[in-house]
């Protein structure tokens, strides 16, 4: 499969708290997005970096992206309530730009 | 609220079955792509469109087929239904004249084969 792998599958923190996500990938990238999905709606997308970025912030999250070793993480700072949702990774490969690639997701939980 | 819409929102039918699914992209997007997520599969990529004509083609089952109009609405239409058909089927819309860009997605379609 195609798909990228996401780590941790779950993960549960109290608000306030830093959360960590990390993605890792199987092929040459254009870029790297991450999309957000509450509860079997449709996803929102939160961040883009290319291939040749290495470090990217909105508001409170924060994207780093290591080519040689094809992974990403994603940080979000003092987590909220709000917050929790399912979190993904999706590619956009270099051999076709057409498509976009979903890793497996990790499920956050925060706890007020 | 995206700006993409799809239609039904929720669709239970019998194996054996032919369905479609409708999407309409954002004012403006001329590219049109399809997801499948499921338990198993997770979120997989079935297919794109950019201004009527098929761009990429992902993890699509021969008896799914796609097509976007000129009004640049689209259609999954999905034959033959099985049990496992059961999914969430996405669709997402983008700008994109050149290279990738940012996707929006609509609600999403639950379709229930019994």
């Known amino acids: 499969s195609q798909q990228g792998e996401e780590d941790p599958q779950a993960l549960s923190i109290q608000e306030g708290e830093n959360a960590t996500m990390n993605c890792s990938y199987k092929?040459?990238?254009?870029?790297l997005q991450w999309y957000r999905q509450n509860s079997g709606r449709g996803l929102v997308h939160l961040i883009l970096i290319r291939s040749n970025e290495r470090e990217k912030h909105s508001g409170r999250l924060r994207v780093t992206l290591d080519t040689s070793k094809k992974s990403s993480s994603l940080l979000i700072t003092a987590s909220r309530a709000a917050d929790t949702a399912s979190y993904f990774c999706?590619?956009?490969?270099?051999?076709?730009?057409?498509?976009?690639?979903f890793g497996t997701g990790t499920r956050l939980q925060v706890f007020p | 609220d995206s700006g993409v819409t799809q239609t039904p929102k929720h669709l239970i039918t019998a194996t054996g079955q032919r369905v479609t699914l409708r999407c309409s992209p954002r004012s403006g997007d001329l590219s049109v792509y399809w997801y499948q997520q499921s338990l198993d599969q997770g979120l997989q990529f079935l297919i794109h469109?950019?201004?009527?004509?098929?761009?990429a083609k992902g993890n699509i089952l021969e008896r799914f087929s796609a097509q976007q109009f000129p009004d640049l609405h689209s259609e999954l239409n999905l034959s033959s239904l099985e049990l496992g058909d059961s999914a969430l089927y996405f669709c997402?819309?983008?700008?994109?004249?050149?290279?990738?860009?940012?996707?929006?997605f609509g609600p999403g379609t639950r379709l229930t084969v019994l």
């Open positions: 092929t040459s990238i254009n870029n």
């Open positions: 999706a590619t956009v490969p270099s051999y076709n730009t057409d498509k976009l690639i």
């Open positions: 469109y950019y201004n009527g004509e098929e761009r």
């Open positions: 997402a819309s983008s700008v994109k004249t050149e290279g990738p860009d940012t996707q929006y």
